[in-house]
Nanobody, 125 residues
């Protein structure tokens, strides 16, 4: 059983930054894709960012391009989401997710195998 644990959420003001972390308990030797999604109150869960196993391929939602950066440290089985220039519309619960079926970029939430419980990010205006 794979477990994902997010951390780093909190309350910030517009324009500030946060770094989210997601620690994964994945068996050594498995190469897997990791992604971030978010869900704002009253809205559906949406894709935010994805990164391939080796980190060479990354994909971002248009709404966060240029502001958010996804990275990973495979030695620590951890993926990060660096969020800069935060806006009130970034307020949401952020979830990390793993796709153990592939080592590329995974952007479809229906294809993810495991999910964390989420961490709340609130951006005040």
């Amino acid at each position: 059983q794979v477990q994902l644990a997010e951390s780093g959420g909190g309350l910030v003001q517009t324009g500030e930054s946060l770094r989210l972390s997601c620690a994964a308990s994945v068996r050594t030797g498995i190469r897997y894709a990791m992604s971030w999604f978010r869900q704002a109150p009253g809205k559906e869960r949406e894709f935010v960012a994805a990164i391939s196993w080796g980190g060479a391929s990354r994909n971002y939602a248009d709404s966060v391009k240029g502001r958010f950066t996804i990275s990973r440290d495979n030695a620590k089985n951890t993926v990060y989401l660096h969020m800069n220039s935060l806006k009130p519309e970034d307020t949401a619960v952020y979830y990390c997710a793993a796709d153990l079926k592939q080592s590329g970029v995974a952007t479809n939430p229906n294809g993810m195998d495991y999910w964390g419980k989420g961490t709340l990010v609130t951006v005040s205006s």
